[in-house]
């Protein structure tokens, strides 16, 4: 497969502390090579990015959830594109390509193999890399936690980011950096279940609702991400006051607020240590000292098993690993065994539905929340 990223979604990266700083490039639609278009950032954009080590300046930087993508599986990729520097001094520094992937932890490697020459004033001709899964090519710059440090072939596999750095610099480097047509060939989308559109299949997610029962609830807002490059008009699911309907027969309560069927979406593969990656939005929300957690649920038993993590209470980025064991679970109701649950149509008692609900809620909540992004897979096992 191969994608041409949307050059207005790349940004440019300012550190300020613990605080993301993003800065949306500059387009010129005729700037590039053979007056096609270009984007650009300059060093009144990017700044020294201590924390990495050594310290790096992520002068170009691209997220797939900034166009409601999941992250991207980039082993054994090859990438293409065109860069061109004007004024651009690297202070004795090189430029690299490199990955970055928030799975459990957020670790960024750097493609130290090949320096990327940048001509001056004028554009050149295309750059080619081939993103192999070898660690002696790469040199790991950060590890937010060193529990979750994730290896190069998992960093790869589960890329929530990617871009342009320069490391090896003696002071801020100065100038402009400017990239034209870049394009990854590889299989990027294949290998994840489901990734949710919710502006073609929203009304295949449910809820459990005072007024109609389990029913179909989709409304259309605008939101502004919280990435202030971002602002755009999003379909999504939102669930309001009036569709929080506490289920009190079980013990705990739980209130169900978006789920969807297995045949309608992951067609029941298997679930087991599937990526789960979710943007979700909450306006007002009182949970009434409930807390949002993953289930999935095999009907016919009544079995609904729910990942622990607590998932959290504001706007942004939900993701976690679906491991099989059962500490990381609850058994909120049934006797169904827990990975067979997850083995969907692979197991004895694969799940029919699965989603988010509100555990223990001591009144039904208020307020609103929602999905605008929801990717499921692939399997991730930590290779090498």
């Known amino acids: 497969m ?19 700083k993003f800065h949306q490039v500059h387009f010129d639609e005729q700037g590039g090579p053979d007056g096609k278009p270009c984007i650009w950032a300059d060093d009144t954009m990017w700044s020294i990015d201590t924390p990495e080590s050594p310290h790096s300046i992520l002068g170009l930087i691209y997220y797939p959830f900034w166009v409601l993508e999941p992250p991207y599986d980039l082993r054994n990729a090859m990438v293409e594109f065109h860069l061109r520097g004007d004024g651009l001094d690297l202070k ?3 430029c690299f390509f490199w990955v970055h992937t928030s799975t459990l932890g957020s670790t960024r490697w750097h493609y130290n193999r090949y320096p990327l020459a940048i001509s001056d004033g004028t554009w050149d001709k295309p750059l080619r890399l081939y993103l192999d899964t070898d660690p002696k090519s790469w040199h790991c710059s950060f590890i937010s936690d060193p529990l979750h440090a994730r290896s190069l072939p998992m960093t790869l596999k589960a890329c929530s980011s990617f871009g342009f750095s320069f490391i090896g610099f003696s002071e801020k480097v100065t100038g ?28 295949r997610w449910l809820t ?10 989709m ?16 379909i999504h699911l939102a669930y309001n006051t009036d569709d929080f309907l506490p289920i009190t027969d079980s013990a705990p309560s739980f209130a169900y607020l978006g789920f969807v069927h297995a045949s309608q979406s992951t067609l029941g593969e298997n679930l087991c240590n599937s990526f789960l990656y979710v943007r979700q939005y909450v306006k007002n929300l009182d949970l009434k000292n409930g807390t949002i957690h993953f289930f999935v649920e095999h009907a016919r038993s009544g079995t609904r098993w729910v990942f622990r993590v607590e998932n959290i209470r504001e706007s942004g980025t939900i993701n976690m690993i679906l491991r099989p064991e059962e500490q ?9 065994p827990l990975e067979s649950v997850l083995a969907g149509t692979s197991g004895d008692n694969g799940y029919d539905y699965f989603g ?29």
Do not use: C, H
Not at 193 to 202: G, M
Not at 371 to 376: A, K, N, P
């Open 356 to 384: 988010f609900l509100t555990m223990a809620p001591q009144a039904p909540p208020t307020g609103t929340w929602g999905l605008y992004q929801f990717s499921i897979g692939p399997r991730l096992i930590e290779e090498g």
């Open 2 to 20: 191969k994608i041409t990223t949307n050059l207005l979604s790349w940004g440019s990266y300012e550190y300020i502390g613990p605080d993301d």
């Open 176 to 203: 402009k950096l400017s990239l034209s047509e870049f394009t990854i060939q590889a299989d990027i989308k294949t290998n994840w279940p489901y990734n949710a559109d919710f502006s073609k299949s929203a009304n």
């Open 328 to 336: 990381y679970w609850y058994r909120l109701s049934g006797t169904a």
């Open 219 to 234: 409304q259309s807002e605008t939101i502004q991400d919280r990435i202030e490059m971002i602002e755009n008009q999003t």
């Open 92 to 94: 004795g520094g090189k």
């Open 208 to 217: 459990v609702s005072r007024r109609q029962g389990r029913q179909i609830s």
